[in-house]
């Protein structure tokens, strides 16, 4: 959702109307994750991605007709491993497709869940009797809100939002219905959007920002040196802080969706910010410096209280080792690291 939120919002704000194709299923190869999306508008307009093919090309016609309609459609698609190729599932596959028109006020409650950081869970039926078809609900940890499911499905669609905010996973349900066809449940898993925080206005910083904002990635930088946290310097940056970094932590959120490099190279600015976080629950913390001086850091930090545990946590030398030799490719090295964490890779 993150990837077209900012366009359907722009798009509805202007009277246009909207669709929005997303991934339910997939077997096989496909491009794109369960939960990958695709907004429409009538004058084609597009934001977003459901696959790298032909696929597309038949869910924006798809969503073009159903603009006219207003009727939800779940599309599926099957390909051969011969055909697989050219519509951009590159090893064959199959992968269904759930479109609906996107109601405004219903957009607005998402999106405004969307910016407290909270995990949403939207469960939406898909397929299944007619009158069924198209009923939403969202659901966050602290409860549900918005329009009710019909009472059959409510409890049960509770019960789905649960287990995927648990796994943190969007999932395809389907579940039988007393004296009614077989119902089928979307659980749409929306996590908080990961953010990047950089400590240290240097040159590696503005390649490493601008890849973190084009993966996603909100990004604050940290520096309370006034010539290198400029707007100037960093003009893509959603968030510029001119404060040493322990007074700047008080400012964020260090989520479990939350990344920090540490690049100034000056014990004085990147100690208490690698001390600060290695405490937080940020699912990423790597400092500049050769193992030499990584050495150093470590003995300071034991020094100052922190424990070996902590200290496990932290990537240094920062980044994967891939032999960059310029800013920019160390900054690429970093953002690689950053992502292999965040996916559960090794490091």
Known sequence: MHEVISDIHRWLTAGEE????????????????????????????????????CVEGAVIESGLRMLQTGIPQLLHFGVADETAFNIGLACGGNIEVYIKNIEPDQFERIRAQIKTG????????IDGPQELI???????????????????LDSIAKKLAKEGLRRNQSMSTEIQLAGKDDVRLFTDIIAPQPKLVIIGGV???????????????????????????TKERFPQVDELIQAWPEEAMEE????????????THDPKIDDPAIKTVLGSDVFYVGALGSRKTHQKRVQR???????????????????????????????????????????????
């Open 252 to 263: 964020i959120d260090l989520s479990s969706s939350t990344a920090v490099a540490v690049l």
């Open 18 to 53: 909207v669709v929005l194709a997303t991934v339910v299923s997939t077997w096989g190869s496909s491009p794109r994750a369960v939960g990958a999306k695709m907004a429409i508008t009538i004058d084609a307009k597009i934001a977003g991605s459901v696959s790298g093919g």
């Open 203 to 229: 040159h590696i910083a503005i390649t490493l920002s601008a890849l973190a904002k084009a993966l996603g990635y909100r990004t604050v930088v940290i520096d309370p040196r006034k010539a290198f946290n």
């Open 134 to 152: 198209g009923y939403e609900m969202l659901y966050t940890a602290t409860g549900k809100f918005g329009a009710p499911m019909p009472p059959e």
């Open 301 to 347: 930090h034991l020094a100052a209280g922190v424990t070996p545990e902590q200290l496990e946590r932290l990537h240094a030398p920062i980044g994967l080792q891939l032999g960059g030799r310029i800013p920019e490719e160390t900054a690429l090295e970093i953002m690689a690291q950053i992502i292999a964490v965040r996916n559960g890779q090794s490091s």
């Open 118 to 125: 909270v995990a949403t869970a939207i469960v939406t039926v």
